[in-house]
């Protein structure tokens, strides 16, 4: 049921270590090109990918989940300091916060697609469903129409594999 064709030839553990490269290596480049503050805030992210696929690698995906919020709490914050001050920055801080901002944002809605994974991989289906859902409905917009396809085609690979477990009662 996995339309995902990059990740299909890996197993669990290998698409995990994977992803969690592919964050780390998006947080480093954005770390590579910011100030001190900008800095610190993608040093932040980086700890908390760090943390959020430890998680999962451990079966914690509670833990996983507060990492993932974190992250997203970063991005909130992040706007919040735009809006409340974008007469006063210069252009080139304006750019850094929107950097900190779509980073943390790409990267906490792939990680809620790694965990909706990691939920139906373990046979967890509803715990899948919910993350995918939450996917769709938090990540609007055209720079996360990647992000919500993917969770579309999981909800409805999830939901295929609910349908044929659900047990067909006599026609009467």
């Not at 064709?5 to 994977?18: A, D, T």
């Not at 974008?86 to 790694?114: D, F, H, P």
Request: proline share 2%; glycine share 6%.
């Amino acid at each position: 049921m996995n339309n995902d064709i990059f990740y299909s030839g890996f197993g669990m553990k290998r698409r995990v270590w994977l992803k969690m490269f592919c964050g780390l290596l998006m947080v480093s480049t954005l770390s590579a090109c910011t100030g001190d503050r900008y800095q610190q805030q993608a040093d932040v992210i980086k700890g908390h990918v760090e943390m959020f696929y430890g998680h999962l690698q451990s079966h914690q995906p509670a833990q996983a989940v507060a990492d993932n919020e974190q992250i997203e709490v970063l991005a909130l914050r992040s706007e919040e300091r735009l809006l409340r001050r974008v007469g006063q920055m210069r252009q080139g801080e304006r750019t850094q916060e929107w950097k900190i901002i779509k980073t943390a944002k790409e990267t906490a809605a792939e990680n809620w697609l790694a965990l909706a994974r990691y939920f139906s991989e373990s046979q967890q289906y509803k715990k899948a469903l919910g993350t995918y859902q939450r996917i769709i409905e938090t990540y609007q917009g055209l720079a996360y129409q990647l992000y919500v396809d993917r969770a579309k085609t999981g909800l409805q690979d999830v939901e295929a594999i609910l349908d044929t477990e659900t047990p067909v009662g006599p026609v009467r």
